[in-house]
């Protein structure tokens, strides 16, 4: 509460000061985050496109900068690449880049005449065909748009053949004279998932992705999933955002800093962006635990300051420095951890604590105008001469990396893109020596949904034949040390360091009960209407761990969803 207090306090004295103009942010899992990674690969440079190392995305800056993208590149492409098809916009592309103006008309420049419907069913609704209701005046803007999704699923596991998915809400979004942006989003929800889900459900005392939970018959859970922000625009270079929601930090589709994974939380951000830089500084308040069904006790508190400098070192490269501590103080919070230019690590040590931090490199390589290289390094903790006295491993040099790439256009045939990915993480990284700082929130990790002690391999095609169709097919293939007997191999970041761990060296990547496993999923969808998607889709997820019988599922679906996105298992 000290916390919150504090934050609401400071953004109601700075409120009179904030003439600039506004924006709101795009979901997280928005539709368009594809197109902009294409627009940003097609250009071949990071200079104007550096905001998508940080997720969400300013909705003014995506439309602004997308805009001009694609203006350089139909001006500059017939003069200096002739009949080279890399900086060329597919009839698919024309498509999502009108998407993407229609689902961000308030910031678009040019003629809105050319969005608007065809036909309007009811006056006063649906006049442009990605809004239920919108209104544009001098001083404001608000658009309001229903949420709803339902999916039928068929599985083979001993979850039973029953399995499904039914959300239902309403997303709100709107600015007040140029100076607040506001947006909103609940969604009631009632799912069945497959037998693995339900397992992690039963394991952890939390729904992927969700809060406080309830039973639904016997094998579903009923939660409400709600977001929402304020964002304030200080200076012409500085943005403030107060919100319950995600964040991500990366380029890749796993993030070993901060990822989306897990369950909302209360955060308050700030955001600097100038020329070759952007640099953001996050505060969250964080739950140690998920909520008992059973009792009415307040869920314990903990806290999480992070910081990501991100800078444009050469046109086609951004490279960024992360820092991020996870703490605890009974009814308090350390401020000395909201300066927001020192390093952790000082602060750390000047208070004498024993909080859990960590640091970071990332970086992101834009060539030849078809592919981006990416990656991450983790360092939570690191000693050079432990890992020259015993190279099988000491417990203590806990890393993770992540190398990424992605080809569009393979083979120069249009909107076939492809990302590949390899993660790993040591053992014991992102655990703590306490149960409070380890690197979760509502009993779910804060970055890789595997947790640690982990090699992990992605791939991902999406083929967009045409504008309404898409097409994607997902492979996860890892391999895991988990624990036997009690014995600790550090895959379980909710575990004490030192619980169940009787030596220091020998702990090498993986190493511990071998558990191996794979995910391959496909779907199908087809837009009917705008934001309208019906969808079909299969999955395949075998899981083997040690000497036990191999657990294999298949699940076939059918769906529909409106101005929502899929709901992935994909752990």
């Not at 393979?410 to 390899?422: F, G």
């Amino acid at each position: 509460m000290q916390f919150s207090k504090c934050i609401l306090g400071i953004l109601c004295f700075l409120l009179p000061i904030f003439t600039f103009a506004q924006s709101t942010l795009l979901p997280q899992q928005s539709r368009h985050l594809h197109f902009i990674d294409r627009m940003e690969i097609k250009t071949g440079v990071a200079g104007n496109l550096n905001f998508t190392v940080t997720k969400p995305y300013d909705r003014q800056y995506a439309v602004t900068v997308v805009a001009s993208a694609v203006d350089s590149m139909m001006r500059l492409q017939p003069k200096l690449f002739g009949n080279d098809t890399a900086l060329r916009l597919s009839k698919a592309d024309h498509y999502n880049l009108k998407a993407l103006y229609l689902d961000n008309q308030e910031w678009y420049k040019g003629d809105r005449a050319v969005l608007k419907s065809k036909r309007i069913p009811v006056r006063g609704l649906y006049q442009t065909p990605a809004a239920f209701y919108e209104t544009y005046q001098d001083d404001y803007f608000v658009v309001i748009n229903p949420l709803i999704h339902y999916r039928q699923l068929v599985g083979s596991g001993k979850a039973g053949r029953n399995l499904f998915l039914n959300r239902r809400g309403v997303s709100l979004r709107g600015g007040i004279h140029q100076a607040i942006g506001f947006s909103a989003m609940v969604l009631d929800v009632q799912e069945r998932g497959p037998e693995f889900v339900q397992n992690w459900i039963d394991s952890t005392q939390a729904v992927p992705g969700a809060n406080f939970y309830k039973t639904f018959k016997k094998t579903g859970v009923d939660y409400i999933d709600a977001r929402g922000s304020f964002t304030f625009r200080v200076a012409k270079y500085i943005q403030f955002q107060a919100g319950y929601d995600r964040n991500f930090i990366g380029s890749g589709y796993r993030s070993l800093f901060l990822s989306d994974f897990g369950a909302n939380q209360f955060f308050v951000k700030i955001n600097t962006r100038i020329g070759k830089f952007n640099y953001q500084n996050l505060f969250m308040e964080l739950h140690t635990t998920g909520k008992d069904n059973n009792t009415n006790e307040l869920v314990p508190k903990k806290y999480a300051a992070m910081h990501h400098l991100s800078m444009n070192v050469l046109p086609w490269l951004n490279v960024g420095l992360f820092e991020s501590v996870i703490f605890a103080r009974k009814d308090r919070f350390e401020f000395s951890y909201m300066n927001p230019v020192i390093f952790y690590r000082a602060v750390e040590g000047n208070l004498g604590s024993k909080d859990n931090a960590m640091l970071g490199l990332d970086f992101k390589a834009n060539v030849f105008n078809r592919l981006q290289l990416y990656g991450q390094l983790l360092i939570d903790e690191f000693n050079l001469s432990k890992l020259k006295a015993d190279s099988s491993g000491w417990w203590g040099n806990k890393i993770g990396s992540q190398i990424g790439l992605r080809y569009i256009d393979i083979a120069k045939i249009q909107n076939l893109d492809l990302q590949v990915e390899w993660n790993r993480v040591r053992p014991f990284t992102y655990s703590h020596f306490d149960a409070v700082s380890n690197y979760t929130h509502y009993n779910q990790p804060l970055a890789h949904p595997l947790g640690a002690n982990f090699n992990e391999w992605i791939a991902i095609v999406q083929y967009q034949p045409t504008g309404k169709v898409q097409l994607t097919g997902k492979v996860f293939y890892w391999m895991q040390g988990l624990d036997s007997a009690g014995r600790n191999f550090g895959a379980n970041i909710f575990r004490l360091n030192g619980d169940g761990r009787n030596r220091e060296f020998g702990f090498p990547l993986a190493g511990g009960v071998k558990s191996k496993g794979i995910n391959a999923s496909f779907l199908l969808s087809y837009e009917w209407k705008h934001n309208l998607f019906l969808d079909a889709s299969c999955q395949l997820r075998r899981w083997v761990s040690g000497s036990e019988p191999a657990r294999t599922e298949t699940l076939l679906g059918l769906g529909v969803r409106l101005n929502l996105w899929q709901r992935d298992y994909d752990f």
